[in-house]
């Protein structure tokens, strides 16, 4: 089976950075999702991990360590619209499907 | 491109009533998912087509859900009789790439309240 952890909560202040972790346990690993939802909303795709490091993609960056099951999201320059649940998924290339964590609750307070 | 299209946004049943949700993938794309999101929790999958062929359906409570995807488009999800437990959001999502491996990209969900 597969084990996603993620802290269910966070709270940081805008214009912050704020480190959202995901640690997993898979076999059949073959890359690491992150998606943002915002309440009532679909989720949307924000970065996809295959190789370990990091990815920068403007205030977002997305951290790999294959070797311990361990990624993280990192957001910059916090805005108040990023307030969000951030999702962790796992794309598993045996099932051929990616499965989800519960997500982390993002507030962003002034 | 269009996006994933799905219906109706809201509904609400009894339970034991019928119900039943429509999705419609983005152009192209072969895969198709079913997820529910329950209040608090990620998405879960229910079930996977590729084109019109089931891949995965091991979540799916097949003495209640039923799923098809008959011309390999659009997908239409059925409950009956619901519970209680039912009440989700229930997102379909598709892919380009088999399995997924390019990301999803989600409808805007269809959020079912049992009562």
């Known amino acids: 089976g597969q084990n996603i952890d993620q802290p269910t909560e966070m709270t940081a202040t805008e214009g912050a950075i704020v480190q959202i972790n995901c640690t997993y346990q898979t076999s059949g690993f073959n890359g690491l999702f992150w998606y943002q939802q915002h309440a009532g909303e679909a989720p949307t795709f924000l970065s996809y991990?295959?190789?370990?490091g990091l990815e920068e993609k403007g205030r977002f960056s997305s951290f790999l360590s294959r070797s311990k099951g361990y990624s993280y999201l990192l957001l910059k320059e916090l805005q108040m619209k990023d307030s969000a649940s951030y999702l962790c998924a796992v794309y598993n290339t045996n099932a051929g499907k990616s499965t989800f964590g519960d997500g982390t609750t993002l507030t962003v307070k002034p | 491109e269009a996006g994933v299209a799905q219906s109706p946004r809201y509904k609400i049943i009894e339970k034991r009533q019928s119900v039943a949700f429509w999705c419609n993938p983005i152009?192209?794309?072969?895969?198709l998912y079913w997820y529910q999101q329950i209040l608090g929790q990620g998405p879960k999958l229910l079930i996977q087509f590729q084109n019109n062929g089931v891949v995965d359906d091991s979540q799916l409570p097949k003495d209640r859900f039923s799923a098809e995807r008959l011309k390999g488009v659009d997908s239409t999800l059925k409950i009956q009789p619901a519970k209680l437990e039912d009440s989700a959001v229930y997102l379909c999502?598709?892919?380009?790439?088999?399995?997924?491996?390019?990301?999803?990209?989600f409808g805007s969900g269809t959020r079912l309240t049992v009562v």
């Open positions: 991990n295959v190789l370990d």
């Open positions: 999502a598709s892919s380009a790439r088999t399995g997924g491996a390019d990301g999803y990209t």
């Open positions: 152009s192209g794309h072969a895969t």
